[in-house]
């Protein structure tokens, strides 16, 4: 198949950016899109242009690295489907497909379409953890969790950090982010502890690095490659309230 | 010259850690402030090391060269974690798991260190479940296990398909807690390139910032390498783009011995290659041979659909060749057999290079519920990326480059032949012999990291108190820099007109063909000479677009393919040495009547760990005889 190509470039942070057009021939339906940019760039560099820069790494839909809003969707058309997983066999012959980065405040461009995600870190940082150190556990079975519990942390832990959530979101919101990690720790008897302290110190970090607010539109949870369910965003937000509620008490 | 001493403690097996570990010096709290220890990697191995280390109270700064530290590689690993619990009361013990992981690497790993790990194992899991992992469990609210390739209990710890995800997620949420309590600094989007020494001593790394292109310096008191492994070399492997061996191979050719080169694991169960653009392999998990069955028609060249093959006409060839283990033989054996089969004209797909992995059984007899419940993100996976739907038809598989048992050669502290240079995780040599088992990486990289490696390096440290922090402006870190900085120069300076992923394929290429699943002398030969003439090409042709000061992908990668010749000749040579079969590395000369690896124990039960002599030099081969005082020595049967 053939297609056009209108890809955001962009040198540098400091720079202004510009959509470039390209055509590709002979795209074959069973490349990936990321393999369909390096066959792009391979015709760049052996014409003396510079390659698009992305990012990638495992290709296999874990690492959460790819991430391109493709066609005005973050990963693309596909649903419950990462960048690096989607393949062209999603688009028809002869389509013009747009390719952009991550559009937030939050998560600057670097370069072309990568983008710097750095944030999320900061956001664990701050309490995405349980306070425990390494020697200090004891065994494994001793404290017996029911498995629906059990399963549904595992549902919220699946997130992959991509940030999908965070461009899908018309304010650039990180709730789904958040909640998902403070949801997981919340419903696991190791991660109780420390829920009220946590929720607390998570969400302030979310605000103070200028993600902006939940405006219950759902299109987080719709583009999430993982599809990890707004239910947690409502989770987080009794865990918040409740916590604010008693810490008011204790004051 | 180096002499080999791996420091393996004396006395019983089951004492010989516990004992050791008493006899390891301290360093107290007010000096370990005063002590500077780099990681890098920040997979399951490195992550761990960096938060169990920062917790002990050193200052540790930790690298990756991705963006975040949750992406390392470990995040992709599937089917499970080993441990000893026995939770399912079926005969597991810790001297079980060591026994199956000694004969599953053929009888070429050290037998104190894979003890070692099998013991650290139970913790490990229980620090997981600590840290908020959610592994899966029963519906009376325990553990749950299952059962993985070349073992008969079940002691195998799992996430769904998922687990490496969960686990590094739990590490990464360890080195989280003590980033924000300053005792661990993170430096991101970091190549290492040279490791620097001082007076015989690793005293820190130089780096490149993938954002400025700056070259950088960063000094400490020892330095960690965890930084996985090398399948990466056959171009198409199961591993990310951005894993590579610049950071071991620096090492190496700063004096640190790489053992085993040529042991490395194809993995039987790879979704196969579809087209020619492809750079990756990926993975479908080890834990779907519990209920997949593998076959291929009897008939030569059947091209009918998989439903149309009626059951008496279907080869379950491992069934039929190793029925004690049937479809859980370990992974070098059941690559073998499938390519034996493809090769002999029985494949099925289009290119005939590949066999099916049919879950039509487990699903009449347990239900779709049940398989999904077990793989169900595999399964999408395994659709998203071919089109087809495995609960329909069976998913074809194929095997592909996949783990790297060989690794920088380590005594029983960890530490490399450079003092103060500590390898841990899938960079060292140590654990799996000439094959690994399902579920025992996970298991190893989080041992070393957090309850192996913090107790040893205090020995070494020990001796540190009073060393001063160290200095970047040190004639040492000079030289290291230029010599990063003039490769770099080097390499930009060819403006060739072939890109660096084209030599890395056609590279990878030759290496598959001749020193791949199945290996011989004269094909050896062949090998090398192809990739010389290959390595002469790269630095003739080689296109690095842009410049280095700033983000360059194409730059990175040439950096790494460049290496990739080095360690591949490296591969190549260890395999010619050995003029025998074992695990993963199958010499054709040397097999048995049935096809199976013939092992020579009277000439090689040794560890080949090489010495760099210089560019375009012969490396030295140092042997460390391995000793079998703890288990029988077999040949390794599956039948």
């Not at chain 1, 110190?201 to 990890?228: T, W």
């Not at chain 2, 599953?104 to 894979?114: H, I, L, P, S």
């Not at chain 2, 004096?255 to 087209?275: C, D, E, M, W, Y």
């Not at chain 2, 099925?348 to 793989?375: C, H, M, N, P, R």
Request: aromatic fraction near 10%; charged fraction near 25%; include cysteine.
């Amino acid at each position: 198949m053939d297609i056009k190509l209108k890809i955001w470039r962009q040198k540098n942070a400091s720079t202004k950016g510009k959509f470039e057009n390209y055509e590709l021939r002979e795209v074959s339906p069973e490349m990936s899109f990321l393999e369909m940019l390096d066959y792009l760039n391979k015709q760049l560099i052996e014409g003396g242009k510079e390659p698009v820069t992305f990012e990638h790494d495992c290709r296999e839909g874990i690492c959460g690295t790819c991430g391109l809003y493709i066609n005005g969707r973050p990963h693309g058309p596909a649903t419950h489907t990462t960048t690096c997983e989607l393949h062209m066999r999603e688009f028809k012959d002869g389509e013009t497909i747009i390719v952009e980065p991550w559009r937030s405040k939050a998560f600057p461009i670097i370069k072309d379409l990568a983008v710097d995600r750095s944030a999320f870190d900061k956001i664990m940082h701050a309490g995405g953890f349980v306070s425990i150190d390494t020697g200090s556990a004891r065994e494994a079975n001793a404290i017996p969790i029911n498995k629906k519990i059990s399963d549904r942390a595992f549902d919220a832990a699946v997130c992959i950090g991509c940030g999908a959530c965070v461009a899908a979101c018309k304010n650039s919101s990180a709730m789904l982010f958040v909640a998902a990690k403070v949801s997981q720790y919340a419903m696991l008897p190791q991660g109780k502890v420390e829920a009220a302290d946590r929720v607390q110190r998570m969400v302030a970090k979310m605000d103070e690095l200028g993600f902006g607010f939940c405006s219950n539109s759902y299109a987080c949870e719709f583009d999430c490659p993982k599809g990890i369910s707004v239910e947690f965003i409502a989770q987080m937000n009794r865990e918040f309230l409740s916590a604010k509620l008693c810490s008011h008490k204790n004051h | 010259m180096i002499k080999l001493d791996s420091k393996i403690p004396g006395g019983p097996i089951a004492d010989k850690w516990s004992n050791y570990k008493n006899s390891l010096r301290l360093v107290n709290p007010a000096n370990k402030k005063k002590l500077e220890v780099i990681v890098v990697g920040t997979g399951l191995a490195g992550a761990s090391a960096a938060s169990a280390l920062g917790e002990l109270g050193y200052n540790v700064k930790v690298f990756c060269f991705q963006d975040s530290p949750r992406r390392a590689h470990s995040v992709a690993a599937q089917g499970g974690i080993n441990a000893a619990k026995n939770y399912k009361n079926d005969g597991d013990s810790v001297y079980r798991l060591f026994h199956d992981m000694i004969k599953g690497g053929d009888y070429r790993a050290r037998e104190a260190n894979v003890y070692r790990a099998a013991e650290v194992s139970n913790e490990v899991i229980d620090h997981f479940t600590a840290l908020g992992v959610p592994f899966a469990r029963d519906y009376g609210g325990m553990l749950d296990n299952r059962s993985f390739g070349g073992v008969q209990v079940s002691r195998t710890f799992y996430a769904k398909g998922q687990t490496g995800q969960q686990c590094l997620l739990g590490t990464y949420s360890s080195l989280n807690r003590q980033i924000a309590k300053g005792r661990v600094k993170m430096f991101p989007r970091r190549d290492m390139l040279d490791v620097v020494i001082i007076d015989g001593k690793a005293r820190g790394i130089i780096t490149r910032n993938l954002v400025t292109g700056e070259i950088e310096r960063h000094g400490a008191h020892a330095v960690v390498l965890a930084t996985g492994g090398y399948g990466t070399v056959f171009y198409l492997s199961t591993l990310a783009l951005g894993s590579n061996a610049t950071a071991a191979w620096s090492a190496h050719k700063k004096g640190a011995l790489f053992a085993n080169p040529s042991f490395i694991q194809i993995h039987p169960t790879s979704i196969p290659v579809l087209n020619d653009y492809q750079c990756k392999l990926t993975l479908m998990s080890e834990s779907l041979r519990n209920d997949g069955r593998v076959w291929v028609p009897k008939e030569k060249g059947d091209k009918r659909h998989p439903s149309q093959i009626p059951e008496e006409e279907r080869d379950y060839y491992l069934e039929r060749r190793y029925p004690a283990f049937g479809n859980l033989v370990p992974r070098d054996v059941a690559s073998r057999a499938a390519k034996e089969r493809c090769d002999a004209g029985f494949g099925v797909g289009d290119t005939g290079l590949s066999v099916y992995l049919d879950f039509k059984d487990a699903i009449a007899k347990q239900g779709k519920k049940a398989i999904e419940d077990k793989y169900g993100n595999l399964f999408e996976m395994y659709e998203k990326i071919t089109g087809s739907n495995p609960y329909n038809e069976p998913m074809r598989i194929y095997p592909a480059g996949h783990y790297t048992m060989g690794g920088l050669w380590v005594d029983y502290n960890l530490m490399t032949t450079i003092p103060g240079l500590y390898a841990i995780g899938e960079s060292n040599f140590s654990d799996h012999g000439a094959n690994r088992l399902g579920a025992s990486s996970l298991m190893q990289c989080s041992g070393d990291g957090y309850f192996i490696l913090p107790y040893t390096m205090g020995d070494y440290m020990a001796d540190e108190i009073k060393v001063p922090k160290t200095d970047i402006k040190h004639p040492e870190f000079e030289k290291a820099e230029k010599e990063v900085t003039d490769r770099i120069d080097r390499l930009m300076a060819v403006n060739g007109s072939q890109t660096a992923s084209s030599f890395h394929k056609r590279l990878g290429k030759i290496l598959w063909d001749h020193c791949g699943m199945f290996r011989n002398a004269q094909g050896l030969q062949k090998g090398l000479e192809l990739l010389n003439q290959l390595e002469e090409e790269f630095w003739k042709e080689i296109k690095v677009p842009g410049s280095k000061t700033e983000m360059n992908q194409e730059l990175e990668k040439a950096i790494k393919v460049a290496d990739f010749f080095e360690v591949g000749r490296l591969m190549i040579e260890d395999a010619l040495d050995r003029n025998e079969s074992c695990g993963a590395h199958f010499r054709e000369e040397y097999q048995t009547e049935q096809g199976e690896a013939r092992r020579d124990d009277a000439n090689y039960s040794y560890v080949a760990a090489w010495e760099y002599q210089g560019p375009g030099k012969k490396p030295l081969l140092h042997k460390e005889p391995l000793k079998f005082e703890f288990v029988e020595l077999k040949e390794r049967s599956y039948k």
